[in-house]
Nanobody, 119 residues
Framework: QVQLVESGGGLVQPGGSLRLSCAAS????????MSWYRQSPGREREFVAR????????RYTDAVKGRFTISRNNIENTVFLQMNGLKPEDTAVYLC????????????WGQGTLVTVSS
């Protein structure tokens, strides 16, 4: 059974940090590019960051460049998003997304973890 389970969300003050984790099971993580998206009420789902299947290539949306870092551990089947310098506008549900590196029609979503940035 394929699963992506996010964790690490919570309430943090502006300027604070959180580290999100996405635990994968039921498929071979090393064959998938992994991404984080986020969605807040009334807004469309937004791309945040992406890392290639072996970790050699990363990409970020401009809004988080220099503050967020995506990484992965294919042995432990986990993807991370380190978030520093959090701002109120980062408040959202953060979702993990897996896309097969060459069969791109194969993809999976997690359920998300809520991040709230507020004083």
């Amino acid at each position: 059974q394929v699963q992506l389970v996010e964790s690490g969300g919570g309430l943090v003050q502006p300027g604070g940090s959180l580290r999100l984790s996405c635990a994968a099971s039921g498929f071979t993580l090393s064959a998938y590019a992994m991404s984080w998206y986020r969605q807040s009420p009334g807004r469309e789902r937004e791309f945040v960051a992406r890392i290639s299947n072996a970790g050699g290539s990363v990409r970020y949306t401009d809004a988080v460049k220099g503050r967020f870092t995506i990484s992965r551990n294919n042995i432990e089947n986990t993807v991370f998003l380190q978030m520093n310098g959090l701002k109120p506008e980062d408040t959202a549900v953060y979702l993990c997304y897996a896309e097969h590196s060459w069969q791109t029609s194969i993809n999976y979503w997690g359920q998300g973890t809520l991040v709230t940035v507020s004083s």
